[in-house]
């Protein structure tokens, strides 16, 4: 990871850094009241095996360590 690339990441969190990477044109931001309202999220819980762990992550504002 470049100096540039690990600032961004480190002032906007991993969601804008992550984003910010050329080959993820297609992916956006969501706001945060989105993820949170289970109505919209109807449905995923059962599609995903860690759903939980990957929704708590989302909404992290810390920066994800290596283990994560």
């Known amino acids: 990871m470049s100096e540039t690339e690990e600032s961004n990441y480190t002032e906007g969190g991993w969601i804008q850094w992550f984003c910010s990477i050329e080959d993820h044109l297609f992916f956006c931001e969501v706001d945060e009241d989105y ?24 909404l992290d504002p810390e920066c994800p360590d290596d283990e994560e």
């Open 35 to 58: 993820i949170r309202d289970s109505f919209n999220l109807y449905g995923l819980k059962k599609m995903f095996t860690r759903y939980n762990d990957a929704l708590e992550m989302i």
